[in-house]
């Protein structure tokens, strides 16, 4: 966020000496009073979900609760925490009315049962296994990163925003299915990272490496999206929520970082913020107010958002020769 204050600030360490840090796609001159944290909202949010994942097998219950009719549960010697046979969940995870009863992302109960909830709670809420282990690496790859150079708050308005934006859009375009994963939350970071690099571009020393790479980073994740049952529309919502709040978060100062490899190391040039980090701020914050806000105001409306835009659909399913997108 633009401002002098830090209310982070407590958890930093201070570097006496001007480096330069590697951060994930990048590098930039880290002056000698920037600040690095210990990244351990990151870790956290990776046991809360593994944690959440081992309730949800509790509650499954698949010995107890399977009809049969689909093969047997997988991996009996865990007893209740077993899984669904995998005709039925290919991911070693818990059925569909598990995810639904514990809060998964469900147009009809959000908006005809007064569940707004599921907004937030279906970000906790995984799959299976595989669906797990995928979110809970990249969370570890991209959140650890930004954590240490932004501490945790920023990092977790992130997150938990993206997140929500990400099931908002979700839930304007899908209404016949359910949907859970912290995927939005996690685009949320990427796009985040992207925006930081244009707000923050006078400060990195390699631009077109850092922006390349996160450009196909980023093309990759959204390109699988539109493979059959992902939910590529969570993906695309929580990535324009991230990156609109990494003009609003993450900007740096310039003015001091520009000359810093050239001046004596016992000069102290004063940081500022330029008009064009400013315009994007500003700019940022009205789009996610309005956004957030039309888009809430359509889904209460029990809007479908399709009839809007007869090709987004697109946007989450292609349909090809090897499978379709019907359901």
């Known amino acids: 966020m633009i401002g002098n204050g830090d209310p982070e600030r407590g958890s930093a360490r ?15 001159d880290m002056d000698y009073h920037d600040t690095h944290w210990t990244s351990w909202l990151v870790p956290m949010i990776v046991l809360a979900n593994v944690a959440m994942f081992v309730v949800i097998m509790f509650v499954n219950n698949c010995p107890k609760n399977h009809d049969g009719l689909h093969g047997d549960c997988v991996a009996k010697f865990l007893r209740r925490l077993s899984f669904q ?52 690496l990249s969370l570890v790859f991209i959140g650890i990163r930004l954590e240490q150079q932004f501490g945790f708050l920023r990092v977790g308005v992130i997150y938990l925003l993206s997140g929500i934006g990400g099931s908002i859009l ?8 359910i949907s859970v994963g912290a995927s939005g939350a996690l685009f949320g970071l990427l796009g985040a990272m992207l925006s930081e690099l244009f707000t923050n571009w006078t400060i990195y020393t390699n631009k077109a490496a850092a922006l390349f790479t996160l450009i196909v980073i980023i093309a990759i994740n959204l390109a699988v999206g539109i493979l059959p049952h992902v939910d590529n529309f969570a993906h695309i919502g929580g990535f324009l929520s991230g990156f609109l709040l990494g003009f609003i978060l993450l900007a740096r100062p310039q003015f001091g970082w520009l000359e810093g490899r050239n001046r004596p190391a016992d000069t102290r040039l004063k940081s500022k913020y330029t008009v064009y980090q400013y315009v994007f701020w500003i700019s940022a914050t009205i789009l996610l ?31 090809t020769s090897r499978w379709s997108c019907d359901n």
């Open 289 to 319: 107010i309005v956004g957030f806000t039309v888009g809430l105001v359509m889904l209460f409306k029990g809007e479908n958002a399709n009839n809007k835009c007869s090709w987004c659909h697109y946007l989450s399913c292609v349909p």
């Open 85 to 136: 046979p995998l005709r039925q969940n290919p991911l070693f995870g818990p059925s569909s009315s598990t995810l639904e009863k514990l809060g998964a992302l469900e147009w009809d109960k959000i908006v005809h049962q007064n569940q707004a909830w599921r907004l937030f709670t279906c970000i906790w809420l995984h799959a299976g296994v595989i669906h797990l282990l995928a979110n809970m």
């Open 170 to 177: 979700s839930s304007l375009f899908i209404h016949n299915n």
């Open 14 to 28: 201070k570097h006496r000496n001007q480096t330069y840090y590697t951060g994930g796609v990048g590098a930039y």
